[in-house]
Every structure is written in structure tokens, then in C-alpha cells.
């Protein structure tokens, strides 16, 4: 780094001084290693393959580098781009870390049913430690788009539908990235944190990837925009925009979102980078005419650096040279990234982190202690009737499906993943049983009839989703039957194949394949006990076939610890205690959905369930099968003893609220508490509940323990559509559950403005 705090800002302007127009330029230009050298590879995606770029542009001018994540390669690349960049300015090195680099995490969606926020700040420090040794100085990471839609393939990497969640995970996994905000930023293994995609992708109409968001501002402020700002107050230092448009206008031109909300209202002064050839897109979105309009526009709407299309680096010069664009506006651009090159300190060590012998450290023991523990508490336990879970030692098993000894649990945006590392559930079983109380047969593929539309195909496009060994999936059903016939119990381990969750997996049906629901079917007509445990990258329709498990074990896609984590719980050497950040529908039709919608004119109730005139529908409950926060545990937790300390609430004076939970069981275990409001009259009309406030709590076998908490107007406050935050005098209802259904303790209280 250049010395003296004082000092770095004038270096910075005095090299930037120095740079000519095309220097600056290639600052804002990011490329795939392919473009650096004809021997190296890297993760493409998205339409832009061949990108055009002018013969007059430069490669050693490019300021940054897409998601090289081997450290042999970040070396070769840097080295031979200081040795031909004139100033030596180094490439910034930014790739998809989205929860895990060798070692993976479960998925976002998982994590965050945790809410176990300082695990997930963790987790994001081994991340970042583990792509810092890779010499990665930026990462994709995390996704804060609220989610609703589970036909959307993406819902796998939000932390999902509440806003409450998303705020908590925003600020922890950001922290966990880069370091506290004052005190460590960047220090030790720490790097850069880019949140995406600002904003809103996650609303996109009917589920369908990359399409139209619109929605009203109110909504927007309120549920959308609060987890990126959550973000940004932990200072995460890169924002990436989103493919859709927002209001008509693709959030990639979209001065309105960029300038007005995000660097004027929200004052961030960091590098906004777009998704990938999104400038390009503006076209086809009718949004631009050609990519030098494109380039324009983005440039206007505050855009630091293009994503691997040709539009800044072949027309800003052009556009600079005839006046329509200024050159200050790209010197702010070249100075932001200057700024966090400087401040990642890669003008001291343009090598930062990088370590080639660095493999050995993915075996790290810490990385692998904070996967298993956060795969551990993110599993939920949707249903266990008659205590069929835990297992008992002295039970012969019967593992059929899928996923009973797959690797393939690692979801979507895992490609760098160590696959080698994987538990599969058969190997962390295997750790608690011997050999010859195991049965294993997988009895049907992941994929079996899998409809895709006529236009896909294309025998490419089929692999792309199925995978290459798609003809070998072939497997027995009859088998694993008469295998499972000698069994005590059967662990039935279903779901989804991670290709069919993800970026550009958007589903109509979120039935699981026919081929795993039928040999369920058959399973069950052993009438023996049978443990579903379930994999999948969003909320699947389990209406049809959830009666035919005794118990049901929702893993997500867990990591590469997953197998062990899973096994743990299986034996009850750990209790579950994950809840559903994310509402599980009872069929399509009732999506999207969930749980803080507003109450309507006529609601549905215990009183007018027989009426016709109300806000429900005729052909399914209205209710979901499983709601959000739901998740039991083996404990049976009795809340008793709620207690307020006052029925009035005002500005000086916070309300303390406290409940009592009872472990009555032998088991240890822990529970997640949550708090949720409603406000029962308001200026703009809320929610029917909204989570404010979440505690987790470990008690001991037959233990009680007290969790309190505090109530302040700011708990109770809302945004309105002008971003204002507003309080309002009147009644609030506080209710205290196990789930957003489940409440246990409520009181009502009135907030008095003075
Ligand atoms: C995705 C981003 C990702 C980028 C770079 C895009 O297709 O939408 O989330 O960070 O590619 O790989």
C-alpha cells in the first residue's frame, strides 16, 4: 500500500493523471483468462462468447480478470500482465466464491435457516481465507435478493423470503468476507465483497429467469432494497447490477437506481460492476440501440466496470472524444478502482495471498469444522411423527434413492468445489453404524423424466442439464425393494439434481422426477418406517407424497460436510434446529407466496372459512404445507411464562419481553425463537407479521432457560415510499413462535408517540 493514509489519495490521483484515455479505459474492461493467454480456461456464462472487442484495444490495459480461480493460473496472468502494463497497475482478480471455494457450505438458502448469524459470518471468513490463498481479491458473493418464487432456479442462493433474514445474513456473511468493518478490513485472509444484483432480480415475473421486475417503490424500499442496505452499512465494497430492468429500464442503465438511490441516497462510493455482458443486453431489452448507446447509458448510470462484453472498451473513447460523455465521469470510474486495488494492497504485493501450494489448505480442518456445523444447523426437520427419528444403533437401514451415496450435493454454484472432499450420507452413516447394518442401492436416477420443450433438443443442451452420464441412470427399483425388504427402517435420500436448480433453471413443475416419487410409493408398501431425507436447491411440492414418510428431513444442498452433518442428526448425536427461511407452497398455484402478505379486506378465518366472498382459493387451502420458520427438533420446548414489562411502548421507553423455554426431553438441543409484529393500523398498510427479531437458544436435556427480548420503537418503525422511516402511534401486536404459524406467547401494546 503507498504510505501515509494522507498521502494515497494523491498517488492515486497522480497515476491516474498519468494513465492515457485507453489505460483508463481498459481499468473498466473485465475479461475471462482466455483473453490473457490462449493455453488457459475459465467459467463462462451467459451469451457472450465471441465479444468483438476493436483491434485497437489492448489486453494489457484490462483491469480486471472473471473468475480465474487457480491460483497457477492468477499467477501466470499477473505476471505476464505486469510485464507488459506500462504503469504496473495490477489485474484485480474477482470470481463466484458464492458459498465456498474448495471447501462448500450449504447453500445461502440453507445458511440462512441457521440464524445463527456469527456461523455464517464464519463461514464467510473461511471462504474468503480460502480464496485468498487461491489469490482471488474479489468475490460474486453474497446474493441478497429477497425470493418468493421457487420456480425461480436462483431462490438457492438468496437467503430467502423475509427481510429480517436477509438484513441479519447480509451484514454477517459480509463481515465474514472482508473483516469487521473498521478494525480488520482486508487484514489477514480477508478480501472483497461484491453483493448482487442490485436490484430486486429476485422478483422476476412467473419465475422465469432474467425477466421483467416491476413492482411499486413502496414494495421496492420496504422488502427489496433493505438487504442490500444492510450490505452496504457493513461496507462490502463492490455492488453488482442485476439483468432485469426495473420499471422499464434495465437496472444496468438505470440512473434512477444507480446514481439516485445508490450513490447519492446510500452514499456508496464503492466499484459497481455489471452482471455478466448485461451493458450488451441493453439492447436486447430495447433499451439501446447499439453497444455504443449501451456504453453510454451505462456510463451515465454511474457503471465502473463491464463485464465481459466489448461496449466500454471499444466506444468510451469515441464517446469521450465527441463530447457526449465527460472525462471525469470515467476518472471517477479508474479512481474507485484504483481505490479498492490500493486498499486490498496489491500495488505493495500484486501476488496478495496467492499460494500455490495453497491446496493442502483446503483440507483445513477449520473450514471443514464451520461446514459441518453450519450443514448441521441450516437441515430442517419438516415432520417426525411418532419419534421415528432419531435412529437407534441396533437398526438395520436400508438406504435407497439418489442421493444415498452421491456427491452431488453441493448445488449450483459450486464449480470450484472439491468434489474429492465430499461426504456423501452413506459415508457419514457408515460413521455411526457398521457395514453390515447398511444396505445401499440407489433404485432410480436423480433425473427420470425430466419434459423439456421441444426446442431443447439439441443432445448438448440435454447433457448441459442432465449431465454427461445421463444413458447410465438406468437403475433398479426391484433391486433396492428387495433389498429394503430385510430392513428396519428405510432412509429414502431424494431430490432435486443440482443441474436443475441455479442460474437459468427456472421450472413450471416443482414436482419431484416420477421415477424417485414412485419407488417411494413401492417403498411404502413394506410398512416399514420410512426417513425421507431431501435434496434440493428450492421449496419442492411435497403435498402428494409427504404421507408416505414417517419422518422428512429437509437437507438442502448441504456441502461438502453434508453427509456427516446429515448422519449426526439421522443418529441424534445432534438435534435439528434449522428453519425454513423459505415458504413451501402445497402446489404451483399458490406461488408466489409468502408469509408476510397483508391481511386484505377478507381475510380467511376460523369464522368465515364457509363463505365464498373471501381472499382465498376454492381449489386448495390457502395455507402452505410448510410455512416459513417452521423446522421441529427432537426436544419437545415448551414456552411458558411470557412476561411484558410495560403495555406501552414510546420513543424514550423500550419494552423488555421475555419467555421461559422448557426442554422437556432428554435430548440437548437448540431453538430458534422468533419474534414477529404487526402493526394493526397504520398510514400504509402492514404486513399480517414481519420477523423482527430472531434468538438461539441451547438448553441442556429437561433444561428451562429465559429469552428476552427488547422492544424499541425503532423494532416497530416503517419505511415508507420515500425511504422515510415512520412511527406511528397505535397498536402493535408482538407475538413470540416457533414458526411464522406456530405462535406460542402474544400481547399487545400500544406505542405513544411521546
Ligand atoms: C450471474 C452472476 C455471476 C456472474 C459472473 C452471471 O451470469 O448472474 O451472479 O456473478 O455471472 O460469473
Not at 474492461?29 to 490462449?38: A, I, K, P, Y
Not at 452496504?232 to 463492490?238: S, V
Not at 441516497?265 to 452482471?275: A, H, R, S
Not at 398510514?683 to 429469552?707: F, G, H, Y
Request: glycine share 6%; with cysteine.
Amino acid at each position: 500500500m503507498f504510505k501515509e493514509i494522507s498521502d494515497e489519495k494523491k498517488e492515486l490521483k497522480r497515476l491516474l493523471s498519468s494513465l492515457s484515455l485507453e489505460e483508463k479505459i481498459g481499468q473498466t474492461v473485465q475479461l475471462t483468462s482466455n483473453f490473457f493467454s490462449e493455453d488457459l480456461h475459465a467459467v463462462k456464462t451467459g451469451p457472450a462468447a465471441e465479444i468483438h472487442l476493436s483491434e485497437e484495444f489492448q489486453i494489457s490495459q484490462v483491469g480486471s480478470v472473471l473468475n480465474v480461480t487457480d491460483p497457477s493460473e492468477v499467477k501466470k496472468i499477473q505476471e505476464r500482465h505486469l510485464a507488459k502494463s506500462r504503469h504496473k497497475i495490477p489485474l484485480l482478480f474477482m470470481a463466484d466464491i458464492v458459498y465456498g471455494n474448495k471447501i462448500i457450505f450449504p447453500i445461502p438458502l440453507a445458511q440462512s435457516g441457521s440464524y445463527d448469524f456469527n456461523l455464517i459470518k464464519l463461514a464467510g471468513k473461511e471462504l474468503a481465507k480460502e480464496s485468498y490463498n487461491a489469490g482471488i481479491h474479489v468475490t460474486f458473493s453474497p446474493m441478497l435478493d429477497i425470493v418468493r418464487d421457487p420456480r425461480w432456479g436462483r431462490v438457492m442462493e438468496s437467503p430467502g423470503e423475509d427481510v429480517y433474514t436477509v438484513e441479519q445474513y447480509a451484514r454477517s456473511i459480509v463481515q465474514g468476507i472482508q473483516g469487521d468493518k473498521d478494525s480488520d478490513m482486508f487484514s489477514d485472509s480477508h478480501i472483497a465483497s461484491c453483493i448482487k444484483h442490485f436490484a430486486a432480480y429476485g422478483a422476476p415475473d412467473s419465475g422465469k429467469d432474467y425477466n421483467t421486475v416491476d413492482m411499486s417503490e413502496l414494495r421496492f424500499r420496504r422488502e427489496y432494497l433493505p438487504g442490500y442496505i444492510a450490505a452496504l452499512e457493513a461496507n462490502a465494497r463492490l455492488v453488482m447490477t442485476a439483468f432485469n430492468t426495473l420499471e422499464g429500464i434495465p437496472c444496468t442503465g438505470n440512473e434512477w437506481l444507480n446514481k439516485e438511490i445508490l450513490r447519492e441516497e446510500l452514499e456508496f462510493d464503492g466499484v459497481l460492476i455489471t452482471d455478466h455482458s448485461a451493458i450488451e443486453e441493453m439492447i436486447a431489452h430495447g433499451y439501446a440501440v447499439d453497444k455504443r448507446d449501451a456504453a453510454f447509458k451505462a456510463a451515465k448510470a454511474s457503471i465502473d466496470i463491464d463485464m465481459m462484453t466489448s461496449s466500454y472498451a471499444n466506444n468510451l473513447k469515441d464517446l469521450i472524444n465527441k463530447g457526449q460523455l465527460s472525462e471525469e465521469l470515467l476518472d471517477e470510474s479508474v479512481m474507485r478502482i484504483l481505490e479498492l486495488k490500493n486498499d486490498l494492497g496489491l500495488f505493495e504485493n500484486p501476488f496478495r495471498g496467492l499460494d500455490l501450494e495453497s491446496t493442502g489448505k483446503y483440507l483445513d480442518e477449520s473450514t471443514k469444522n464451520v461446514a459441518k456445523e453450519l450443514a448441521s444447523k441450516s437441515c430442517v426437520l419438516l415432520k417426525n411423527d411418532k419419534h421415528t427419528l432419531p435412529l437407534n444403533k441396533s437398526q438395520k437401514i436400508a438406504l435407497v434413492g439418489p442421493f444415498g451415496d452421491s456427491k452431488l450435493t453441493l448445488g449450483f454454484w459450486a464449480f470450484t468445489g472439491d468434489k474429492d472432499q465430499v461426504i456423501t450420507l452413506k459415508e457419514g452413516v457408515l460413521q455411526h453404524i457398521s457395514a453390515d447394518m447398511l444396505h445401499i442401492h440407489s433404485g432410480t436416477a436423480m433425473f427420470s423424466e425430466f419434459n423439456f420443450p421441444d426446442e431443447f433438443s439439441d443432445p448438448a443442451f440435454r447433457e448441459l442439464f442432465l449431465g454427461k452420464d445421463v444413458n447410465n441412470y438406468q437403475k433398479d427399483s426391484h433391486e433396492a425393494i428387495k433389498m429394503a425388504h430385510g430392513a428396519d427402517v428405510i432412509v429414502f435420500a431424494f431430490g432435486e439434481n443440482f443441474l436443475e436448480t441455479g442460474e437459468g433453471a427456472s421450472k413450471t413443475s416443482l414436482m419431484l422426477p416420477k421415477d424417485q416419487i414412485c419407488l417411494l410409493k413401492e417403498l411404502r408398501k413394506l410398512k416399514k418406517p420410512i426417513i425421507g431425507v431431501l435434496y434440493t436447491g428450492r421449496p419442492v411440492i411435497l403435498t402428494e407424497i409427504e404421507e408416505n414418510f414417517d419422518a422428512l428431513l429437509l437437507a438442502w444442498y448441504p456441502g461438502t460436510m453434508g453427509g456427516q452433518a446429515i448422519a449426526d442428526l439421522l443418529y441424534g448425536e445432534k438435534v435439528p434446529s434449522g428453519k425454513l427461511s423459505m415458504t413451501f407452497p402445497r402446489n404451483e398455484g399458490q406461488i408466489p407466496i409468502h408469509y408476510s402478505q397483508l391481511n386484505t379486506g377478507r381475510p380467511l378465518n376460523a369464522d368465515n372459512c364457509n363463505g365464498r366472498f373471501i381472499s382465498r382459493y376454492i381449489d386448495s387451502p390457502s395455507s402452505p404445507l410448510y410455512p416459513f420458520g417452521h423446522g421441529l427438533s427432537y426436544c419437545d420446548f415448551v414456552y411458558k411464562n411470557g412476561y411484558i414489562s410495560s403495555m406501552q411502548l414510546s420513543p424514550d421507553k423500550e419494552i423488555v419481553l421475555s419467555i421461559d423455554i422448557q426442554n422437556n426431553s432428554d435430548f440437548d438441543g437448540d431453538e430458534v425463537v422468533q419474534l414477529y409484529i404487526r402493526d394493526l393500523a397504520a398510514d400504509i398498510v402492514r404486513p399480517k407479521k414481519e420477523l423482527v427479531s430472531t434468538e438461539r437458544v441451547s438448553l441442556r436435556a429437561n433444561e428451562c432457560k429465559t429469552v428476552t427480548f427488547v422492544v424499541n420503537s425503532e423494532l416497530i418503525s416503517y419505511i415508507d415510499k420515500k425511504g422515510n422511516t415512520q412511527l406511528e402511534p397505535g397498536l402493535i401486536e408482538l407475538y413470540i413462535g416457533r414458526s411464522s404459524e406456530d405462535i406460542r406467547s402474544q400481547f399487545t401494546i400500544d406505542y405513544v408517540s411521546s
